[in-house]
């Protein structure tokens, strides 16, 4: 599993892409980005959706925060999750096109697909350009 979620995100994003089509070139599937971080100083919360983000709101509220890394929506309280990601007035959504159907459809049968060998040559082909691995 990846620490931000996006594993289920993919497998979704393939399901829609490989039976509902239409539903994306219609522009109907959005994605809701979830925080990756709440900081809290007393009673000051704010919530970091990057690790850049994190390190700016740490560097204004000065030392002794509380960081509380999320690694999936299951850790969020109820109330955390409306104010952060399905709140229409403070969720961000991203909604998803496909710029290219070849290539999307290629790469979708590469790392989604059953034959293994393909994903590992693309895996060893393109490790080097890896900038934000989160081991």
Known sequence: ADVDGAHIRTLLLTLFYRYMKALIDNGYVYIAQPPLYKISKGKEIHYAFSDDEKDRIIQQTGKSTHI??????????????WDTTMDPLNRMLYKVTVDDAVKADELLTILMGEIVEPRKEFILANAKFVQNLDI
């Open 68 to 81: 509380q890394r999320y690694k999936g929506l299951g850790e969020m309280n109820t109330d955390q999750l």
